[in-house]
């Protein structure tokens, strides 16, 4: 199914074969075509804590 506003258009799948073949058809259609995939809310926070802990450090040692 896909959906969209504009110039972004989103295709949810329940199998990669079919996204695969989704994103092949828009390639050949001369569009943009980009994988992604639905993160848990955990698997969010560990992906954006860990930067963020460096830059929170850094923030801290040049303040002082």
Do not use: H
Request: glycine fraction near 10%; avoid cysteine; proline fraction near 3%.
């Amino acid at each position: 199914q896909m959906s969209g506003s504009g110039s972004a258009f989103f295709g949810l799948f329940e199998e990669r074969a079919a996204a695969a073949r989704a994103r092949k058809a828009l390639e050949a259609g001369g569009f943009r075509a980009l994988p992604a995939r639905t993160l848990s809310l955990e698997q969010f926070r560990e992906r954006t804590e860990r930067p963020l802990r460096g830059i929170r450090s850094k923030v801290s040692r040049q303040a002082r």
